[in-house]
């Protein structure tokens, strides 16, 4: 499985942001995929995740203003960003798990900043 992340940037405090992650490669055996984030001096921490089933989760810090999704016909997972914080500041990563390994996209930076 090959991953490919993208749709960071700067945004203003309270801005939107949408971040994509396209997968190919054994994208059948996907059972779960998640964007996960890692700030400066912080532990990576994952922010949402959805599995095949379409069952989504999300970080205490992040309901109610991110969304995850997925369009299967395209093979992108997508995460909706809004009322953005500086504390969302970090590289955001793609991750999808197999039942036999997990398999990481490069980070995507978004900063949020006045």
């Known amino acids: 499985v090959q991953l490919q992340a993208y749709g960071g940037g700067l945004v203003q405090p309270g801005g939107s942001l949408r971040l994509s992650c396209a997968s190919s490669?054994?994208?059948?055996?996907?059972?779960?995929m998640g964007w996960y984030r890692q700030a400066p001096g912080k532990q990576r921490e994952l922010v949402a995740g959805?599995?095949?089933?379409?069952?989504?989760n999300y970080a205490d810090s992040v309901k109610g203003r991110f969304t995850i999704s997925r369009d299967n016909a395209k093979n992108t997972m997508y995460l909706q960003m809004n009322s953005l914080k500086p504390e969302d500041t970090a590289v955001y990563l793609c991750?999808?798990?197999?039942?036999?390994?997990?398999?990481w996209g490069q980070g995507t930076q978004v900063t949020v900043s006045s």
């Open positions: 959805i599995t095949r089933g379409d069952n989504t």
């Open positions: 991750n999808a798990r197999t039942y036999s390994a997990p398999y």
């Open positions: 490669g054994s994208v059948s055996s996907i059972v779960f």
